[in-house]
């Protein structure tokens, strides 16, 4: 049974060893030895690679075939038993799962830090604040709610002195999605930069193969063939520990460059537009006014971090009719969350494009094992989905806003199309930041619930998909169907004698009663029949169109197949985490909010009419989703949570912290195995550059050999 995609891998290169051995066996009887395979000859050029290293070793029994994959497990264990025992003691593996663990200490760490300076500076400095009473649970809340990214607020952030008011935007900072990130990638790059010592994942190669100054992926006859400009351009790519070290340097880089960029840009934006158009008298905040790139600032560190603070005890009412800023502001949130991983990857396909011919491989690197690298990065169909889900959800949050609440009497006094504006704004802020330019209780009750939705929806969790179920499916079928197409053609077997019994097994399977059990397993029996059915297709179009040529060459058919089977396999995902969703995760969400109704029962409706079991409710999801939007206290300028017990903000907190770390683990997990290894794709770029040199000589060949047909003839 295969159990990672490498696993797929070595079974598929199994099958092609096997195909070669008894292909170099033929050649051999035929009296052709494998130094006559020159570098200009028209053979595979996977085949001409390895023969050399086939015919060194033992005859393969014609019984061994059907076992491919208990060939690549007798290879790695071969393998660990050959491996010394200095080189074990020369290596600590450090599970990345231990990550996650620091990760949310300092987050609490942060959190109380952050808390504890800010009480200090409100109450017991300089600049001791005289406008409000700041308790240090207060500040603590506001502290781990700029942490987690979260904006919820039991004190008014624009009453805070400056000096508080920076130093929670330099912890919005340093924990937002982006910048948080990097420091895994820190630990990954010092643990690849040397093979020794510590090992966080399964691409750290052997210790001898390390230290080797050549890898063995060309053939050495070969390669004496080759010319000297083609032998330096192979000298130049980087060895399997840089390769690793600098792809994981590049993504650093290229994260902080893209955060940067988008900082500046809207920086820029949003500060020119509030100075050229708006005077003093329109940006004060109690007897001063604000300066407009101090807004700015403090706008775009926390839209682009899903913070949703601003240095105005109202919010942006004030500029709930200014459509530029709006939209700027729009851009910006949606920068920080869903359409970042879209432009963190086409910013690597753009420096790939843009690079030298030696870099590219770092690239490649960066972009295969994507989400194994950094969080931030997905595959690219899984982008796509990413960016899909989240226009479907943003449609479904501006439409039902649009039937429900553009002819209320609440909005009457904007026009149509400001109203449209604020609809657009608050199904935005709404996913991620949790800014409002109006009082979100003028919605109507649906609508509200729609928000409830869209806040604890974290489509990302899909966009970490765990490709192993569809990609090793298709691998394993593709690489077991290719080893008997190969392996029989080579041994004049017929191809085609297993083909019954998968028609009986799928036959059996197709004839299950579907009647009966929950709806959610008839589904899952009728995904998994409709996946039987795609395999068998597969199948079969794999033994059919297996020798065709050497290409990568995909047919209609099989991009169609492909096609089907995941989507048939990200329909089960969808049905499974669906069912956690709504089952597993929430259990304890559900605690929560009985806790804080338990603790505040005394004071809820009716004894105040205005602290219900809904805004509780919309509290807990605004804390979990780590968005910030609240239903508020009349006549409290910040979040509801400032007129509930400490216990219950305490319960809040807990809650943001949570939800903020909520699918790390699983991140970091995937972050163990490398799913493309160094040398694999380093391998493979020789192999492009050798192909490359194969056809530009075949071709100038055939060119000379017609012109000198061409003097015979005229001759």
């Known amino acids: ?24 066996e033929r050649l051999s009887l035929a009296g052709i030895d494998n130094a006559s395979f020159q570098a200009g000859s028209r053979s595979n050029s996977f085949v001409s690679n390895i023969l050399s290293h086939v015919q060194s070793q033992a005859q393969i029994e ?6 491919v994959p208990g060939i690549a497990e007798d290879e790695a264990t071969a393998n660990d038993t050959k491996q010394p025992t200095s080189s074990n003691d020369r290596r600590y593996r450090w ?17 109380l830090l952050g808390g504890l300076i800010v009480w200090l500076i409100e109450n017991h400095s300089s600049a001791r604040n005289i406008q409000i009473k700041v308790d240090y649970i207060d500040a603590w809340f506001v502290s781990s709610s700029c942490v987690s990214s979260c904006g919820l607020t039991t004190i008014d952030f624009a009453k805070l002195s400056q000096a508080s008011q920076i130093v929670l935007m330099f912890f919005t900072f340093i924990s937002g999605v982006t910048i948080s990130t990097l420091p895994a990638l820190v630990v990954k790059a010092h643990t690849h930069r040397r093979v020794e010592g510590i090992t966080v994942d399964d691409d750290h ?20 063939n080759l010319p000297e400009h083609i032998r330096n351009r192979l000298a130049k790519l980087p060895k399997t520990r840089q390769l690793r070290y600098r792809a994981y340097i590049t993504c650093i880089v290229l994260i902080l460059a893209t955060c940067f960029t988008i900082y500046t840009i809207i920086f820029i934006a949003i500060g ?13 905040q109690g ?45 910006l949130v949606v920068s920080g969350t869903s359409l970042f991983p879209f432009i963190l990857r086409n910013v690597v396909l753009l420096a790939r494009c843009v690079s030298p011919w030696r870099h590219k491989v770092i690239f490649d690197y960066i972009l295969l094992n994507n989400h194994r690298l950094s969080t931030l990065l997905f595959p690219a169909v899984q982008t796509r989905i990413y960016l899909f889900v989240t226009v479907l959800l943003h449609i479904l949050g501006v439409g039902i806003s649009l039937i429900l609440d553009l002819n209320s009497e609440n909005f009457t006094m904007y026009p149509s199309g400001i109203r449209f504006l604020i609809f657009m704004f608050q199904a935005a802020n709404t996913r991620f930041a949790g800014f409002q330019t109006v009082d979100i209780n003028l919605f109507a009750t649906a609508t509200l619930l729609v928000y409830l939705l869209l806040m604890a929806t974290k489509p990302q969790m899909l966009c970490a998909l765990e490709e192993s179920p569809f990609e090793l499916s298709w691998l394993a079928l593709q690489a077991r169907e290719e080893a008997n197409a190969e392996t029989n053609s080579i041994m004049n077997i017929n191809s085609s004698s297993g083909l019954p019994l998968r028609n009986s097994r799928l036959g059996s399977s197709l004839s299950l009663p579907s009647n009966g059990g929950l709806p959610i397993r008839r589904m899952e029996r009728f995904l998994r029949r409709q996946s039987l059915v795609t395999k068998d297709l597969a199948r079969k179009h794999f ?29 089960r995902a969808l049905i499974k985490h669906t069912f956690s969703f709504v089952i597993l995760t929430r259990t304890w969400l559900f605690f929560f909010i009985f806790l804080i109704c338990a603790i505040e029962n005394s004071r809820m409706a009716p004894v105040d009419p205005n602290i219900t079991v809904f805004k509780v409710i919309f509290e807990i999801i605004s804390a979990f989703g780590t968005v910030g939007l609240t239903l508020g206290y009349p006549n409290v300028a910040s979040s509801f949570s400032t007129v509930l017990s400490s216990t219950s903000k305490i319960i809040l907190i807990i809650t943001m912290i949570m939800g903020r770390h909520r699918g790390l683990l699983a991140s970091m997990v995937d972050q163990e195995a490398i799913e493309h290894s160094a040398a694999d794709l380093l391998n493979r770029r020789r192999e492009e550059l050798l192909n490359e040199y194969q ?21």
Do not use: C
């Not at 190669?205 to 004496?224: A, H, K, M, Y």
């Not at 006014?289 to 700015?296: F, K, T």
């Not at 942006?316 to 502001?329: G, K, P, Q, T, W």
């Open 1 to 24: 049974m295969l159990l990672t995609t490498r696993d797929a891998q070595l079974e598929r290169r199994s099958s092609y060893i096997l195909a070669t051995a008894a292909a170099a």
């Open 62 to 67: 014609p019984q061994q075939i059907s076992r």
């Open 287 to 331: 007897n001063s006014s604000v300066n407009p790139w101090y807004i700015s600032f403090i706008v775009t560190v926390t839209g682009f971090n899903q913070n949703g603070l601003s240095p105005f005890s109202d919010g942006l009412s004030r500029f709930v009719r200014d459509i530029y800023l709006n939209l700027f502001i729009i851009i």
């Open 272 to 284: 020119s537009w509030i100075d050229t158009q708006y005077t003093s008298e329109q940006l004060l």
């Open 543 to 571: 033994t059919d169109t297996t020798l065709l040529d050497d290409t990568n060459h995909r047919p209609r058919r099989l991009r169609y197949l492909r096609g089907r089977l995941f989507f048939i396999y990200f329909a």
């Open 695 to 715: 056809k530009t000589t075949l071709n100038a060949n055939i060119v000379n050999r017609m012109r000198s047909e061409e003097a015979v003839t005229q001759f």
């Open 205 to 224: 190669g052997d210790l001898d193969d390390e230290n080797s100054d050549e890898l063995p992926t060309v053939n050495i006859r070969r390669q004496r």
């Open 95 to 111: 599970r990345m799962s231990y990550y996650f663990y620091i990760h949310m200490v300092w987050f609490i760490i942060s959190a």
